[in-house]
């Protein structure tokens, strides 16, 4: 999401617009020709936090011209919001209890929503999926017209296709591996929410001829305590690594045997693209919003719902063992191309442009 937004707020640059940004924080370089207003905030809870950003934002915006105020994350007041998050309140009825959603924060996260997809609000939705839209429109009564459907975006730059060799040695010599040893990897920060525990259990179950050999690499920005302890109890030390972020996922992915992404929800899962942007096979639960590229690629292989972890277990074996994966490796490559030619970087700036003109005209 921080690069869709950096990416757009360029994009915007080069139309002749001027873009402010307003974050809590900022790491790396700031953006040239952004002027960008860090504003961290204190309170005990996070939605404390949040409020007094909003508020001190709203304040700032309230006294200058600004033309239009888009958002990535919910809160009253925006013309636009980037909806790349599931939907809160079919979460806390779903898979939360009924305790949960009489809690302060809870409360407050569901105004927040209720703030954007209410049917009398008159915030636009740029959204990157529609696997939501119809949880948001069975609460809210969201109007169909408001939502305006972003194509995924990769990066030809970022995707740029290296000998298979040479990243295989790139990963393998990356976390000390044997050079014939069979990974799979999973990326993305949130490793619970991820699933990083379906794919321990699934290494778990491999038998142990095939297991010496088998290694799951898990990268991204999450503490990695419960995971470690959980692989130590499985015996699963010399089988499961877990990496802070880093910069050289794409070519960790063409180094990879295999992707995963046993996601428990994932309004999208753009790794998953990403994934085969880079030719690796890849194994996804259909509880994410992009699954079905896999399946419509013949990329590799869906777990259906309801999740399964015997049934998992098997998949992971048949990817481990399957001679496909050459097949699947070719099809998410072509697949993906067409993915590309889709959206070029430019889709949501040419949305909020057209949004902002209708709004003036108005």
């Given amino acids: 999401m921080q690069r869709d937004m950096l990416r757009t707020a360029n994009e915007l640059l080069k139309r002749g617009h001027q873009v402010e940004v307003f974050t809590m ?74 305790l949960y959603r009489f809690l302060p924060r809870s409360k407050w996260f569901a105004a927040c929503e209720k703030a954007i997809f209410s049917h009398d609000s008159k915030t636009e939705i740029l959204a990157v999926s529609l696997t939501e839209k119809e949880h948001f429109q069975k609460w809210y009564g969201t109007q169909n017209e408001r939502f305006h459907y972003i194509p995924p975006f990769l990066s030809p730059e970022r995707f740029v296709l290296q000998d298979k060799q040479a990243m295989r040695a790139h990963l393998r010599k990356a976390f000390g591996f044997a050079e014939n040893d069979f990974v799979f990897l999973l990326t993305g920060s949130g490793f619970a929410m991820k699933g990083l525990d379906r794919a321990i259990l699934a290494v778990a179950a491999l038998p142990e001829s095939l297991r010496v050999n088998v290694r799951l690499v898990a990268v991204g920005q999450d503490n990695p305590k419960i995971f470690s302890k959980m692989a130590k109890k499985l015996g699963l030390e010399n089988n499961v690594l877990i990496s802070k972020g880093r910069p050289d996922i794409p070519q960790l992915m063409q180094g990879a045997d295999v992707c995963i992404h046993p996601a428990y929800r994932e309004n999208t899962g753009l790794v998953i693209l990403e994934a085969m942007a880079c030719g690796a096979p890849i194994l996804v639960t259909a509880s994410c919003g992009y699954a079905h590229h896999v399946a419509d690629a013949n990329a590799g292989i869906v777990s259906d719902l309801p999740f399964d972890q015997q049934r998992f277990n098997a998949q992971f074996l048949t990817m481990l063992q399957s001679e496909q994966k050459a097949q699947w490796s070719a099809n998410g490559l072509k697949y993906v191309q067409t993915i590309m030619q889709a959206n070029d970087g430019s889709a949501e700036a040419n949305i909020l442009i057209d949004l902002a003109q209708r709004k003036l005209q108005s």
Avoid: T
């Fill in 25 to 98: 924080s900022w790491d790396g370089d700031f953006a040239p020709d952004i002027k960008v207003h860090v504003l961290p905030q204190s309170g005990m809870f996070n939605y404390f936090r949040y409020q007094k950003f909003i508020d001190v934002v709203f304040a700032h915006i309230n006294s200058q011209h600004f033309d239009y105020v888009f958002g990535y994350n919910r809160m009253a007041g925006l013309d636009a919001h980037f909806a790349a998050d599931p939907c809160f309140i079919e979460r806390a009825h779903k898979q939360r209890s009924f």
